[in-house]
């Protein structure tokens, strides 16, 4: 079954706009949680991540939210940009495990 | 310092034939995973390797599909007889050998720009 459940599938966001993107786990083992940034015929590059003992992590633009209690997170985007257009999966990792999520498209309207 | 390295970025194969897809991991990378990514789908785990071992193939399909990471030389997965269903983009990531500890008890991967297969 799915480890990760991660929705919207795709969102459209004007230039300027939050981007937000959430995803959902079951299993309390995993103890780090990235998020992938995919560009059209590219493989996915880490963008940022963060392990369950805090709460928050920013990152210039991008902010992780992370709700242990809930067993979710989120990816913000501020002030979101037409090259943020991309595919972003977020992942859950424990050891060398990583199981990730069906991915949101994100395009940004100028 | 190269990153992950795949090749062909394109491989169009005809049904029956076989594909050959090569991973060569970062410099000093042990562990090497193959992804498949359908269109509108996300990741799915395939198989994970280490030097001349399978540690998990739990995501491979139990018939055609095969991988190998050899003492010498880069990650191989093989696919025989392709079906039209196989065309998709297959993804290799490596990573460092895996260390816990108080700080660090994860291991990051980082992806090579994939082989698209077609299946004629």
């Known amino acids: 079954q799915q480890q990760v459940k991660q929705s919207p599938q795709s969102l459209i966001v004007q230039k300027g706009g939050i981007s937000i993107i959430n995803c959902a786990y079951e299993n309390t083992a995993f103890d780090y949680f990235p998020w992938y940034q995919q560009f059209p015929g590219k493989g996915p590059a880490l963008l940022i991540a963060i392990r369950p003992d805090v709460s928050e992590k920013k990152e210039g633009r991008f902010t992780i939210s992370f709700n242990k209690s809930a067993k979710q997170f989120s990816l913000h985007i501020m002030d979101s940009q037409p090259g943020d257009s991309a595919t972003y999966f977020c992942a859950a990792v424990s050891g060398n495990q990583f199981y990730f999520g069906t991915g949101t498209s994100l395009t940004v309207i100028p | 310092n190269a990153g992950v390295m795949q090749n062909p970025r394109h491989l169009v194969r005809r049904r029956g034939q076989e594909a050959r897809l090569r991973c060569s991991p970062m410099k000093g990378h042990s562990h090497v995973y193959w992804y498949r990514q359908l269109p509108e789908e996300g990741l799915k785990f395939m198989v994970y390797?280490?030097?001349?071992?399978?540690?998990?193939e739990s995501g491979m399909p139990k018939e055609r599909f095969s991988a190998e990471f050899p003492k010498e030389g880069p990650s191989i997965l093989r696919i025989q007889q392709v079906v039209r269903g196989d065309s998709a983009a297959y993804f290799c990531?490596?990573?460092?050998?895996?260390?816990?500890?108080?700080?660090?008890?994860?291991?990051?991967?980082?992806f090579g720009p994939g082989t698209r297969l077609t299946v004629l």
């Open positions: 990531a490596s990573s460092p050998l895996w260390t816990s500890g108080k700080t660090s008890s994860y291991n990051e991967q980082f």
């Open positions: 390797l280490q030097k001349e071992n399978i540690i998990d």
